[in-house]
């Protein structure tokens, strides 16, 4: 079965980095979309980033471009997500998905596998 595993939250302060990580298993090639959600406590899931299948083209909601970096490692079926200067507004849980690419990348219809999600938590 093939599954999406998410890594790297936590609790850190305003200011400080977190490094999520996302490892699909039981699959043996890339998928074209690859992306970042994340939901807060009484939000709908938003679009975080998002990443295509070579690396070229990626994606950013507007309040994250200039500190969250989204990157692919096709070889290791990975996909990770640098956040730097984390704000208490980035508090939520991040889910990572996957996607054949044949929707918009920025609307969850575009992904077929999400990953169960990691807490990121950011005190002020």
């Known amino acids: 079965q093939v599954q999406l595993v998410e890594s790297g939250g936590g609790l850190v302060q305003a200011g400080d980095s977190l490094r999520l990580s996302c490892a699909a298993s039981?699959?043996?090639?890339?998928?074209?979309?690859m992306g970042w959600f994340r939901q807060a406590p009484g939000k709908e899931r938003e679009f975080v980033a998002a990443?295509?299948?070579?690396?070229?083209?990626?994606w950013y909601t507007d309040s994250v471009k200039g500190r969250f970096t989204i990157a692919r490692d096709n070889a290791k079926l990975t996909v990770t997500l640098q956040m730097n200067s984390l704000k208490p507004e980035d508090t939520a849980v991040y889910y990572c998905?996957?996607?054949?690419?044949?929707?918009?990348?920025?609307?969850?219809?575009?992904?077929?596998?999400w990953g169960q999600g990691t807490q990121v938590t950011v005190s002020s």
């Open positions: 998905a996957a996607g054949g690419g044949s929707g918009t990348y920025y609307s969850p219809d575009a992904y077929e596998l």
């Open positions: 039981g699959r043996t090639f890339t998928y074209n979309l």
């Open positions: 990443i295509s299948r070579s690396g070229v083209s990626r």
